[in-house]
């Protein structure tokens, strides 16, 4: 059973230990990952979440990916990391290539959500800030909080000035995570653009994954 | 802060007592209290750029450390750098009366594609607290950019600054393009942001990497008093 984003964010989950495949991703993506995996019957895969919270301090995630890879991997045939390069300036990259692991292609999961290519094409990018499913529900953990908001709240122009739009890409058709999404944007003085991407890149890089050969 | 902390009146400590009154206030982020302390201060004949280097940039280099070391975060940052703001405001206009020492000058500015700013500001206000007169040219810069700039301000440093890992190689084009056109020497040109490193700032030909504001003033001090050092040699 799916933890609750709180135990995502904070611990992530553990491998049912089942299945030839383990997915190591990022406790933001559990939920996507488990609706694809049900959608395509992928049963010989398994799925493990770092804390989504790392998303906070990505200097930590290269270690974290690395720790799990080696924790994991005698009891698997294959493993597939469930990260883009999220902010480790290449070292991730690096480091699953030295543990001849595979990883998302992309940036970050706001450009695989809407397509690399597409996403690499966008002229507005820098001054959007993204959330998506997982970043709407959890926006006070993820973003109100750790900068301090909620107790400084004039804070917010010096943080997000720069930004003109807050962009909601959805990966499911929820009208209320919608309207928590445009009331983000209210708080923090940014224009709202809601774009359903549903599960983009995420679902043909796993779709790739499951053709492989055993 | 607790009970005991708001009865202490900044007008009854002495110099000593205030300046470290005044560390504790900066680090806080309170700036009514830092105004306060900086009016005093003045009250008591200590010469505008005293009260600059030894409340404000003291202060502030604590919080940049304590920032460096994990014990503050970026809100409380911008607090302290907010109620230095506002002492800075005081005294900017009587520094320009009185001729504060002038060590040298900056442009810096967040490279292109890339609209963080908050390390730059502080960098760029850290900077002017230590004496240099600093062109901040804002954010989402191109080569172009900064070139204009350096040719316009004729300063000894070119600060760069970045928060993406996507954005930071554009430092390098930078840096290529001053290269090119034989400018690359007549700059110390320094690089920060938190997903450089030491070894990045090498790779891409800048003179150092800093790694937090106060690093930044120490690390352009040094260079500056080099290249004087060089051409007073040469």
């Known amino acids: 059973m799916l933890p609750d984003d709180k135990t995502l964010t904070e611990q992530g989950l553990a491998p049912e230990g089942r299945g030839r495949m383990l997915l190591i991703a990022c406790g933001a993506l559990a939920r996507e990952i488990l609706a694809l995996k049900a959608l395509n019957n992928w049963d010989y895969m398994d799925l493990t979440c770092l804390p989504a919270n790392l998303h906070l301090y990505p200097e930590r995630i290269t270690e974290a ?16 990391v469930v990260y883009a390069d999220c902010g480790t300036g290449g070292l991730l990259q690096a480091k699953c ?11 970050h999961c706001y ?13 507005d990018e820098i001054t959007a800030f993204y959330l998506t499913d997982f970043l709407v529900k959890q926006f006070d953990a993820f973003v109100w909080k750790p900068m301090g908001l909620h107790k400084h709240p004039e ?50 890089t796993l779709k790739a994954q499951s053709k492989k050969p055993d | ?41 003045l009250s008591r004949d200590w010469p505008p750029y005293r009260v600059l280097t030894e409340a404000l940039v003291g202060g502030m280099t604590i919080v940049g450390q304590d920032f460096r070391d994990g014990i503050l975060f970026v809100p409380e940052v911008l607090l302290a750098a907010n109620a230095m703001k506002g002492g800075m ?28 700013d908050i390390g730059k500001n502080l960098v760029g206000m850290m900077m002017e607290g230590a004496g240099f007169e600093v062109a901040d ?14 040719e316009e301000h004729k300063p000894e440093i070119l600060g760069m600054s970045a928060l993406l890992t996507t954005t930071m190689p554009y430092m390098k084009v930078v840096i290529d393009t001053m290269i090119e056109q034989g400018i690359r020497d ?16 090498k790779a891409i030909g800048a003179d150092a990497y800093c790694r937090d504001a106060a690093v930044a003033v120490e690390t352009a001090k040094e260079h500056v008093a080099r290249k004087h050092n060089k051409a007073a040699a040469g």
Do not use: W
């Not at chain 2, 405001?89 to 963080?116: C, N, Q, S, W, Y």
């Not at chain 2, 040219?137 to 350096?150: D, R």
């Not at chain 2, 007549?186 to 700032?201: Q, S």
């Open chain 1, 65 to 80: 990916v690395e720790n799990g890879v080696l924790k994991h991997r005698a009891a698997y045939q294959n493993i597939f």
């Open chain 2, 89 to 116: 405001a005081i005294l900017k206009p009587l520094l320009a009366e009185t001729g504060a020492p002038r060590v040298g000058g900056m442009v810096i500015g967040t490279v292109k594609g890339d609209i963080h």
């Open chain 2, 186 to 201: 007549d700059y110390i040109i320094l690089v920060g942001g938190a997903p450089l490193n030491e070894e990045f700032g």
């Open chain 1, 97 to 107: 290539a030295e543990l001849g692991v595979e990883m998302v292609a992309g940036p």
């Open chain 2, 137 to 150: 040219i804002g954010i989402n810069n191109s080569v172009e950019s900064y070139l204009a700039a350096i």
């Open chain 2, 1 to 41: 802060m607790s009970d005991e902390d708001q009865d202490i009146i900044l007008a009854d400590l002495d110099d000593d007592e205030l300046v470290q009154q005044m560390f504790d206030d900066l680090y806080d982020g309170l700036k009514e209290e830092i105004e306060e302390g900086v009016n005093i201060l």
């Open chain 1, 111 to 123: 450009s695989f959500f809407e397509g690399n290519e597409a996403f690499a094409e966008l002229d």
């Open chain 1, 155 to 204: 804070l917010r122009d010096m943080i997000f000035g720069n930004y003109t739009k807050l962009v909601y890409q959805a990966q499911t058709l929820d009208p209320a995570l919608k309207a928590k999404a445009k009331n983000c944007a209210e708080r923090l003085g940014l224009a709202f653009e809601y774009r359903f991407t549903g599960y983009g890149d995420l679902a043909t």
